[in-house]
């Protein structure tokens, strides 16, 4: 299977354009705006005006992102090179205020024992921490980004969530 | 000193006004177009019932400010070196400035007023543009992206000739070139040499720190870009080019968002608060002729423009159709150098101003139909 091409351009004032060809000949644009919400347009081939259109929310689009990413349920066997990405949900999380996240480090929370999940990354202040080291403190509004499978999310969101 | 019982009356004054923007702002968003067209007709309306007060002058240079400063931090000459933008944002250039620029030398006038004019008649305004596409929902349509493109160009043009306007002496006392040549020439070169790293250190600041800091940086520099001659709006978007490497415009964006809409919003609610009308046969004769001309080109722009980068028919007149608006910028120049304009194009001119941001609405109408 080819890898889709995503053609990715800046809108200055706007956000970010995310547009690639789907292989029924439509073409898909997403919009993710710096306000957090995400516009989706659906445009028939040669046409310039979308026969679709949807604007969601910041939260709504990872919950969409989730379901379409197969975390909630995988009606088909994926081909055999995503085999190994099988049934593993990669998920941004914002730590808020009173969380039990924040003020512990990550080997503290003890949260791949405990959930199964691993913390990849830390989104802080702008600023990536790739392989965050296990005694990365976690603080207030850090993004954590997460891998693991569904069931392993669902335990981390009842633990810390 | 002021007495507590006149500054409990112009905070309540200050309260009703922002109350009836927020209502204007309202309607705005329901009719689907950009909220700064609303606070310019709150400013018409209330100039009746309310004193000017200082906060509003104020606040509107606030929102100038941060706007230039905005503009800095999202300049990307990556994107407007593009082969497609920079053919449209010539074309535009040519078509909107230098043919009036032209034309008015031709017809006698000297260069500045010949400048000045053009400078007003050239810019589409970015902020109504791009907030009228966002209330339309037209962020993923293909002419969109050309559209933004050439805003960010237009405001790269626009400082320039700010820069050259400035320096050709219209309004300010103080125009010492070398002062301020050399200023634009120290920020640039901190900008290129040292941007990664003033950027990284502002990351690290405190969150609750770091928008005072920006602030504060902001409007200092400003200031002291007008003290030397330049303006105010010059400075804070060299300012901003310093934070335009980082590619963490969101951080600066979350912090300074709020404080630059309200400033902006009090900019066109100003202009609307002070404007009059002089409704001579001349002045209306004038601004209809140049409103005529000033669509007639924006038109010619989107049309060819449009061809230039391969858009396809519809695209093409919907993007010819959403650049006739002119607004802030516009304004902008209008009020910096209303000195250097003969009282007649003045008053033209700002007639102007104000039919073409609501003409402006029927194009983006018309731009919506099938």
């Not at chain 2, 120049?333 to 209303?338: D, E, Q």
Request: charged content about 15%; proline content about 4%.
């Amino acid at each position: 299977m080819s890898p889709i091409k995503v053609q990715e351009t800046e809108l200055p004032g706007i956000g970010k354009k995310f547009a690639f060809s789907l292989s029924s000949g439509e073409r898909l644009v997403l919009v993710v705006h710096l306000t957090g919400e995400r516009e989706v347009f659906l445009f028939r081939p040669k046409e310039e005006e979308p026969c679709f259109q949807l604007t969601l929310t910041d939260e709504e689009a990872r919950e969409v992102a989730l379901i379409l990413g197969g975390a909630a349920f995988e009606p088909t066997p994926l081909p055999q090179a995503d085999m190994v990405l099988k049934g593993m949900v990669i998920e941004w999380i914002t730590v808020n205020r009173g969380s039990p996240l924040v003020g512990n480090s990550i080997a503290d929370l003890q949260i791949r024992k405990r959930t199964g999940v691993s913390v990849i990354a830390i989104k802080r202040r702008g600023e990536i921490i790739p392989n965050p080291d296990p005694s990365e403190i976690i603080l207030e509004d850090d993004i954590l980004l997460l891998v693991g499978t569904g069931e392993q999310m669902l335990r981390f969101r009842q633990i810390f969530g | 000193m002021l007495e507590p019982a006149s500054v409990a009356n112009e905070l309540v004054a200050l309260g009703l006004i922002l109350l009836v923007m927020a209502l204007s702002a309202l309607i705005c968003h329901f009719i689907k177009i950009a909220p700064f067209l609303g606070y310019l007709v709150a400013g018409i309306i209330l100039q009746n019932f309310f004193y000017k007060q200082i906060v509003f002058i104020i606040l509107s240079k606030i929102g100038v400010i941060l706007l230039f400063f905005h503009i800095g931090s999202v300049v990307s000459w990556k994107g407007i070196v593009s082969t497609k933008n920079l053919a449209i944002i010539t074309l535009d250039f040519l078509i909107n400035f230098m043919a009036f620029f032209i034309v008015l030398i031709l017809l006698g006038y000297p260069s500045l007023q010949a400048g000045v004019i053009a400078t007003i008649l050239y810019p589409t305004s970015s902020v109504v543009t791009i907030g009228n596409l966002i209330q339309q929902r037209r962020s993923g349509y293909p002419e969109t992206e050309v559209i933004v493109w050439l805003m960010v160009g237009e405001d790269l043009v626009i400082v320039m000739l700010m820069a050259v306007m400035t320096q050709l002496g219209a309004h300010f006392e103080v125009h010492n070139s070398m002062f301020g040549l050399s200023f634009i020439l120290v920020m640039v070169i901190i900008g290129i040499f040292f941007s990664r790293r003033l950027s990284d250190l502002y990351l690290r600041i405190p969150k609750e720190a770091g928008s005072l800091f920006l602030f504060g940086s902001a409007f200092t520099l400003g200031i002291l870009a007008y003290k030397v001659g330049l303006s105010e709006a010059l400075g804070a978007f060299l300012f901003g080019m310093w934070f335009s490497k980082v590619g963490k415009i969101e951080e600066v964006e979350k912090q300074l968002g709020f404080l630059r809409e309200l400033g902006v919003a009090f900019f066109f609610f100003l202009f609307g608060f002070e404007v009059s009308f002089k409704l001579d046969p001349y002045t209306m004769a004038l601004a209809l002729g140049i409103l005529a001309f000033s669509i007639g080109s924006k038109w010619l722009t989107g049309t060819i423009g449009g061809k230039l980068v391969g858009l396809g028919k519809k695209a093409r007149r919907r993007l010819a159709f959403s650049i006739w608006t002119r607004g802030e910028f516009s304004m902008l120049f209008l009020w910096m150098f209303s000195d250097a304009l003969p009282l007649l194009w003045f008053e033209a001119l700002k007639l102007f101003v104000i039919l073409n941001l609501f003409l402006g609405l029927i194009g983006l109408f018309l731009s919506s139909k099938r």
